[in-house]
């Protein structure tokens, strides 16, 4: 299980859309399909439904969600703490601003922004 698999899960749960994901993402949809599945593989067990005409959430899936968003919360957080403390001048050139969020409509701040 890989980060980058759960923020993903996280975001084809929330739109139930591979497709709708993908976009959001930034991805290409065969690179959201493949993530899922590797996701799926490393626990064992399906977390989509994917027989009916819409997508759903397996029961799997449903218990993963609020442990994924968890994970990602606190990933995010201990990000924003260690941007807050590492002086400006040692950041890393492009980093994002302290407080920027990596949701579904954040995109990367550009170092040079105020």
């Known amino acids: ?4 698999q759960l923020r993903t899960f ?3 749960a929330a739109e139930l859309s591979f497709t709708q994901a993908a976009k959001n993402l930034h991805y290409a949809q065969s690179t959201v399909t493949a993530q899922i599945k590797n996701l799926e593989e490393a626990v064992g067990t399906e ?3 994917r027989s009916r005409r819409r997508l759903a959430l397996t029961e799997a899936g449903a218990r993963l969600l609020p442990h994924a968003e968890r994970i990602i919360e606190i990933a995010e957080t201990a990000r924003r703490e260690i941007i807050l403390s590492t002086p400006p001048a040692q ?3 492009g980093s994002r601003r302290a407080g920027a969020t990596t949701g579904r409509s954040a995109g990367p701040v550009s170092a040079g922004r105020p």
């Open 1 to 4: 299980m890989q980060f980058h």
């Open 10 to 12: 996280r975001e084809v």
């Open 47 to 49: 977390l989509f439904d």
């Open 91 to 93: 950041r890393p050139r």
